[in-house]
């Protein structure tokens, strides 16, 4: 009966994702849905707390609810094309690196800087059955990274990889995650760029052609239209509009 955030943002990734590759409107339906719930009941004064149950959100979040649900709003977006949850998503990674983030050392803990006091500040680096919090962490860095054209994203993904590249190479089955983020980094992306109606045929279509292939490392944003009013200023929407009228797809590299 207990709702946990971070297993919620896989489950909302998960059904974000399949939605798009299956066109199931129900699995999209049920993951904007979650999203909207999480948002709503555990997002408070901009912290989000980690679990509710019996109507009472309670607990900070940790490291993992924080990467989990931004990977969830971005995919969420990618499916959708809805700026606003790229807005939130923008808005849960800076919140993320203001509270997990030690730049001293360059690695993210799984507590806040606010949580109380322990004899030892956590910070688990191993994926398991659930991926750790810095390996979802370095994922979104890179993602937000490219979406937003923030070298600080980047830079602190770069940063965190570093510290663990000797783990990766002495114990990979331990660091799948980490793995998946290091194969994003060392890859040349697809940036893909979609301006369109939602319900218009045509962009239904745009995206059909990208989900119909295994783009595994792909960048995905888009806008409605001519819809200028996201407070996420993306380099890969900027100067992009409907070409003859129609809904548009933009393919970059390197932007």
Known sequence: KKVITAWNGLMITSFAEASAILQRKDYLRASENCASFILKNLYRDGRILRTFKDGESRLVGYLEDYSCLADALISLHEATL???WLEKANLVTDKMIDLFWDKESSIFYDTGRDHEQLILRPRDIFDNAMPCGGSMAVNVLLRMGLITGKSNYTNIAIETLSHIASWITSHPQGFGEWLIALDFHLDTH??????????????????????????????????????????????????????????????????
């Open 190 to 255: 697809k940036e893909i760029a979609i301006i369109g109606d939602i319900n218009n045929s045509a962009t239904v279509s745009l995206l059909n052609a990208i989900y119909s292939n295994f783009l595994p490392n792909k960048i995905l944003v888009g806008k409605q239209d001519e819809d200028n009013s996201c407070l996420v200023q993306s380099p890969l929407l900027t100067g992009r509009g409907l070409l003859n009228n129609r809904p548009t797809a933009y393919v970059c590299q390197d932007y």
């Open 82 to 84: 809805n700026l606003k």
